[in-house]
T-cell receptor, first 115, second 117 residues
């Protein structure tokens, strides 16, 4: 069974640009979550999608957005990039069968560098 | 508010030593779930264990063991006879109860473990 696939793995952007990251969950998983990981802030929850609906959002500015498609694949977008957006962006999927108890399966991440 | 604290930022041990990673959590929920994840240098977090708030039984899985103590809000993780392959960042995490249907896991800051041969 294929794992969670994130593309691209690495990318470099300049300030002011925008970026789109993609995540393909494990087949059958309908919940997709996104996390930002930085050395200073650790793993921070961005948002979670289920059946194309954003159910929860973390404390990030509106420049961070996402969406989920009918096949459960998800994208996140960051507009007007800032230096502080440099991070490893991790996507995780779950079957969401058990409220609160779901095990997250993570992808390898997309490492974004903003120059 | 929910919070997970891992006081140990970095730990170095010599191979075959035992090591315990500490985790303290805060939550107002009576029902919650605790997790440990491992992040090797490749970057992909790997699930290790899940424990619900009603199950305080300690668990042993091979060289890994977990000590859950609700009275002290701690969920510590011990690696016995550590190996170089155990070198990774370990995250303790907390998830809300059945009151919510969505996945929102709060992670601790992580403990970086280096096992020296």
């Amino acid at each position: 069974k294929a794992g969670v696939t994130q593309t691209p793995r690495y990318l470099i952007k300049t300030r002011g640009q925008q970026v789109t990251l993609s995540c393909s969950p494990i087949s059958g998983h309908r919940s997709v979550s996104w996390y930002q990981q930085t050395p200073g802030q650790g793993l921070q929850f961005l948002f979670e999608y289920f059946s194309e609906t954003q159910r929860n959002k973390g404390n990030f500015p509106g420049r961070f957005s996402g969406r989920q498609f009918s096949n459960s694949r998800s994208e996140m977008n960051v507009s007007t990039l800032e230096l502080g957006d440099s991070a490893l962006y991790l996507c995780a999927s779950s079957s969401n069968l058990y409220s609160g108890a779901n095990v997250l399966t993570f992808g390898a991440g997309s490492r974004l560098t903003v120059l | 508010a929910q919070k997970v604290t891992q006081a140990q930022t970095e730990i170095s041990v010599v191979e075959k030593e035992d090591v315990t990673l500490d985790c303290v959590y805060e939550t107002r929920d009576t029902t919650y779930y605790l997790f440990w994840y491992k992040q090797p240098p490749s970057g992909e977090l790997v699930f290790l264990i899940r424990r619900n708030s009603f199950d305080e039984q300690n668990e042993i899985s091979g060289r890994y063991s977990w000590n859950f103590q609700k009275s002290t809000s701690s969920f510590n993780f011990t690696i016995t006879a550590s190996q170089v392959v155990d070198s990774a960042v370990y995250f303790c995490a907390l998830s809300e109860s059945e009151k919510t249907s969505y996945d929102k896991v709060i992670f601790g800051p992580g403990t970086s473990l280096s096992v020296i041969p």
